[in-house]
């Protein structure tokens, strides 16, 4: 099942539908895509059925401005807090978007991990906000560095941006005592974490840690999920979780006053499958199907460089001492993307492919760096 | 057909899903939404199972960050400009909130017509904008008072934000040389003049001067365009049009680059209207019981206050002389929400509500406004 590559999905899957398509020939593992195959259209044309004839014209009216109970009461119970605490949002991008704009005022500055999602900082700076990228090593961010960044940027920073649980781009989850470690120090300065958590349902290996948002009591913190990476990204669905007054203080902005919940259809849809059991099949399911395409790729991953089988999430961080040259038939996401760091990297996707192609693309990587490179 | 009140549709109509509800004894005036039964739900239905169907999983991928092409070509077609003009937003807020925290910085002042959308003006004042309120009269804002205000603000104006079409609260269509006049005052001055046109597909009777936009070529106007006033605003679907510079400035930003089209799926879904003319058809239907409430509304509308019938769009303004009392069985929109004027006036919304309602709520407020009143 599923195995086939994007090829075989095609029909519909061109440019100018959907954000970015790669050359046939080309396994392409830039993209944190989901192969189209796991993408569960048959789920979702049920999903909306349902949500329509259940919710009728409630479902196509302004939604509730903080978004439709049945889906916060749903999100809620998963996340251990009330649905006070819950605002539906189009994504993270969008989440993202009205942090930036709606507590942070231009030239603030965002402390990031010295390597973080790019087009999350791309958000930041063309909002016109500054980000300072703070060390981090296996563990994450650094603590100190944290609370020396704070110092020096003193009074100017915003929030500090975190994605601990399968980080993109390194993969690494953040152990709990480091958790708690950079907490301590946003709550010693005041200053808000924004966590982005999108990956932190796909584990492949193990348990994960709580949320920093947990850990903090959602007090300090604004938690970001989506659907994005679980189910659909075309659905333009997440939520965030914080503090029932930083809630308040975002939904009572004209934005939501005026046009009601952020994508009110949509959240009754996925509600249904909160409800029925359907997403949690459906994430064991996908859960399976990443984590015979990362073994498929560790499994022929064999050469002059490092890195640390990923636990879950879709990425896998290659490490060399020096710049490397990727073969022609595969396409990676350059290291430098993500920041600046000593040696070169790569991240590998291993979500928008095939086993088959995975273990192929793993071989050809294998074969061909340049033969100069030294282990780092 | 759709004679029944909210009440028959209000299984899951209740407070927590919807934006709002009125208690069930009230003939609700007040808001700017469509009666439930007017909500399209089989339409729906049937159009996202089948860009499920024709899309496949392209529909639940990233979509392109300006919007699925067969959404652009389709909205464009009817807009009579390029598909390169054309941007998915989720919905006219969205698209309000992208402009201002995108063209405009913190302090800059948008001028808004004497009576104006007052979520909108909320979306602009929550951003940190300040508005000035221009000078209007039966056909519109006063081109001398914007060039007056605009020599006042000198280099302060991010945009004018207009409404010309069925402008809500006072439901007046501004004339197409009154139109080209305020066009000639922005482009003199170099103002970017934003056009919220959410009502013009719903004329009732005669037809409506072309957009502002399409008067000044897509030059130095940005229109918004939205489905929630002609299909439904659950759906958190819109665009705008613009020239294609604009288009790109705004496309680039990180907010599109990380999570592609603003509202992909639901895109697709109605794109299915667009182009099989389902759109049109249901558009024709929803006139007709636009056309049927309004008149049942003016039909018995007589009183010490003054009105023009509205040619379309969902909006009655009611002026008096003197602050007026509304009998308790009916609930209006207070003038005042949208702006300062001479005497006293209320909004009609006579979306809500049947025919059989908005009659009786008709006589009910035609016999009980305080004696004292005078004609104005």
């Not at 100017?156 to 993969?171: C, I, K, M, Q, S």
């Not at 950079?182 to 709580?210: F, I, K, N, W």
């Not at 007090?219 to 979780?241: N, Q």
């Not at 999430?313 to 060399?320: A, K, P, V």
């Amino acid at each position: 099942m599923n195995s086939a590559g994007p090829l075989s999905h095609r029909r519909r899957w061109s440019q100018g539908v959907v954000q970015q398509v790669s050359p046939a020939e080309v396994t392409d593992l830039g993209p944190g895509y989901l192969e189209p195959g796991l993408l569960p259209v048959d789920l979702l044309a049920k999903a909306y059925r349902e949500a329509l004839s259940e919710f009728g014209s409630a479902a196509l009216a302004y939604g509730d401005d903080q978004g439709a109970l049945p889906f916060r009461a749903a999100a809620a119970r998963r996340a251990g807090c009330t649905e006070a605490q819950v605002l539906v949002t189009a994504g993270t991008s969008h989440a993202l978007y009205l942090i930036a704009t709606m507590f942070a005022s231009k030239e603030d500055v965002v402390l990031v991990e010295r390597y973080a999602y790019d087009l999350g900082r791309k958000i930041l700076t063309d909002r016109g906000l500054r980000t300072r990228a703070v060390a981090m090593d296996a563990d994450g961010m650094d603590p100190e560095a944290l609370h020396d960044a704070i110092v020096a940027e003193r009074g100017r920073v915003a929030f500090v941006y975190l994605n601990p649980t399968f980080h993109n781009p390194t993969g690494i989850v953040v152990p709990e005592a480091r958790r708690r470690a950079l907490l301590e120090v946003a709550a010693r300065h005041g200053v808000l974490v924004v966590e982005d958590d999108a990956y932190a349902d796909l584990t492949l290996d193990g348990v994960v840690p709580p949320s920093m948002a947990e850990l903090a009591g959602y007090e300090g913190v604004i938690r970001l999920r989506t659907f994005s990476k679980t189910i659909a990204p075309g659905l333009r669905l997440g939520f965030l979780i914080a503090d029932p007054r930083t809630v308040k203080r975002l939904v009572h902005h004209g934005l939501f006053a005026s046009g009601g919940s952020a994508n009110h259809v949509t959240s009754l849809a996925v509600a249904t499958l909160l409800e029925s059991g359907d997403y949690d099949r459906h994430l064991a399911w996908l859960r399976a199907q990443l984590k015979a395409r990362r073994d498929a790729l560790v499994g022929n991953l064999t050469g002059p460089f490092e890195f640390d089988v990923p636990a879950g999430g879709y990425f896998l961080w290659l490490r060399f001492a020096e710049e490397a040259r990727v073969p022609a038939e595969v396409t990676v996401a350059a290291g430098a993307r993500f920041g600046d760091g000593p040696g070169s990297a790569v991240r590998l996707a291993y979500s928008l492919n095939s086993p088959d192609r995975l273990a192929a693309a793993g071989r050809a990587l294998a074969g061909s760096w340049i033969p100069s490179l030294e282990r780092t």
